[in-house]
C-alpha cells in the first residue's frame, strides 16, 4: 500500500506562484520506479490530467492547459514529487490530487493507469 500526502495549497492572487509538495511512502514503494502524476477537480466537474513524471523522472508530461506556466519533479532521496506553479490564473482553482503508478507504467495521462491517490490540497486563486 502506498500512501500519499500532498501540502502547499493555498489562496493565492492570479500570477502568484505556489509549490506543491506529495510525499509517497510505503513498505514496498519504489519511488524512482514508479510513474506519477498530478490531477485536478474543479466543483462540477470531471478530474483532470494536469503533469505528469515518468518512472526515473525522465520525461515530463503537461496538460495544455498548464503547459509553459507549471513544472513537476521529483526528488528520490526524499520520495517527493513536486508540482511548481507560477503565473496561477482563476481557472486553475480546483483541488489538486497527487497519483502513483507503483508499477512504473508508461504515462498515459489516464487515471485509471494510478493505483494510489492523495487526499488532495485546495488551490484557489483569486483575479
Known amino acids: 500500500q502506498v500512501q500519499l500526502v500532498e501540502s502547499g495549497g493555498g489562496l493565492v492572487q492570479a500570477g502568484d506562484s505556489l509549490r506543491l509538495a506529495c510525499a509517497a511512502s510505503?513498505?514496498?514503494?519504489?519511488?524512482?520506479?514508479?510513474?506519477m502524476g498530478w490531477f485536478r477537480q474543479a466543483p462540477g466537474k470531471e478530474r483532470e490530467f494536469v503533469a505528469g513524471?515518468?518512472?526515473?523522472?525522465?520525461?515530463?508530461y503537461y496538460s495544455d492547459s498548464v503547459k509553459g506556466r507549471f513544472t513537476i519533479s521529483g526528488d528520490d532521496t526524499v520520495n517527493t514529487v513536486y508540482l511548481q506553479m507560477d503565473d496561477l490564473k482563476p481557472e486553475d482553482t480546483a483541488v489538486y490530487f497527487c497519483?502513483?503508478?507503483?508499477?512504473?507504467?508508461?504515462?498515459?495521462?489516464?487515471?485509471?493507469?494510478?493505483?494510489?491517490w492523495g487526499q488532495g490540497t485546495q488551490v484557489t486563486v483569486s483575479s
Open positions: 513524471l515518468s518512472r526515473n523522472g525522465r520525461t515530463a
Open positions: 497519483a502513483a503508478d507503483s508499477g512504473g507504467r508508461v504515462f498515459n495521462a489516464d487515471r485509471s493507469q494510478f493505483d494510489s
Open positions: 510505503g513498505r514496498t514503494f519504489t519511488f524512482s520506479t514508479s510513474t
